[in-house]
């Protein structure tokens, strides 16, 4: 009996599987419970010969005979503590209809707890605390709606408030939906401008859903994301550790020149190289910046050219530091909400640029190699400049600037 015990609970924990989607695969049963495909093969015959209605759809996967009732699903105390959290993180989410649907839910929830775990996650409840948004803001109600009518492939027209102040109507085909800096982002084809775009919940005015439809883009989010990614970002600064390449021809020559005082305005944020840190950090940043197409965003900008910018270090580039993403403006009057501007003083800069493929570690090479030299680095602010040479992804030439005393 003892041996038999693990395959009980796995029968068990495969039938809630089951319950869980429409069609489930082999292969997302055996990877969920460690076990071979022909285990799964013989678990699913075991189920069936208790008396559960099984469906085998050839090509596709398993499903449940539509209309069979199953008991009510019992949670573990780990799985109740974790709803309980993940309601203390949702009331602090910034849209409403997120916050009302899963506040109805949990409350569905909770009355089939048995009475010993309503006691323990009435008592956690009051031992958590969240302190994303602490002042409860709650800036968007569209997050549900657009979920469903992603579902439903309908066509939606919008009353759109850019955060430069530019206010437009789009008829819209939702796509997907992420969220980021605690903003959800809908990302959707716009017939007018007749490619995808990211618009912010917080700044939809209006939402007029019409009876029409349209069909399934051909594409995943990840495959977008991944075409956002080879169309402009590039890598970015990993941890500063010794160089293990050699030198790179395509390294262009370096020259001492003088950058005149100018301003910025993008997206930020705090981060550091130690552990890998930036890399992610920054990494967000870029696909926020495509995603949300900040460039068009901008007010007065200067030109197109994107600006990647390390400043405000603690120290040297082993300490905590700020990356800004943006583009040159003439003044810094006018800072959208959600974006931030910053004053550069100029100064003495060592500039050199490197010419290759972005996907292939170009950036971090290069920054591996400014690691290295024997440069009487300020630390006042050093920059990347994505202009039209890197626009190419796969053979970009970008310059770099290095504040030098």
Known sequence: MAEEKPRLARLAAVLTQLQSKRVVTAREIADRHGVSIRTVYRD?????????????????????????????????EEEAMALITVEQLVRKNKDESLAESYGSAITKIRAILRDSEKEKTEFLRDRLQVRDNSSGEQTSQYLIQFQSHIAHFQVVEID?????GQASTRKIEPFALYTTQNNWVLIAY???????????????????????????HPL??????????????????????APTFAPNPN?????????????????????TNANGQAAQDIGALWNRFVAENITEQIPHKLGLDVYSIYAE?????????????????????????????????????????????????????????????DLERTFSADFEVFGEKARNPNDAEVDFYIAVQ
């Open 44 to 76: 699913i015959r075991t189920l069936e010969q208790s008396g559960v209605p099984i469906v085998t759809e050839e090509g596709r996967g398993y499903s449940i005979l539509a209309g069979y009732q199953l008991p009510p699903v019992m949670f573990t």
């Open 160 to 164: 759109y408030l850019s955060l430069s």
């Open 190 to 216: 716009c017939r007018a401008r007749q490619a995808f775009r990211s618009f912010r919940l917080d700044r939809i005015e209006a939402v007029r859903p019409s009876s029409e439809t349209f069909a399934p």
């Open 220 to 241: 995943t989010l990840e495959e977008y994301l991944e075409q956002c990614r080879k169309n402009w970002t590039p890598d970015i600064p990993l941890s500063p550790t």
């Open 251 to 271: 390294d262009l020559t370096m020259q001492k020149v003088n950058i005149e005082p100018f301003s910025i305005i993008g997206i930020s944020v705090r981060t």
């Open 313 to 373: 270090y603690d120290g040297d580039h082993t300490q905590p530091y700020t990356a800004i993403l943006g583009c040159q403006v003439a003044h810094l009057d006018e800072v959208p909400d959600g974006l931030v501007g910053h004053s550069f003083s100029g100064g003495s800069y060592v500039k050199t640029s490197a010419k290759g493929d972005l996907m292939q570690g170009l950036v971090v090479r290069k920054w591996q190699e400014i690691w290295e030299m």
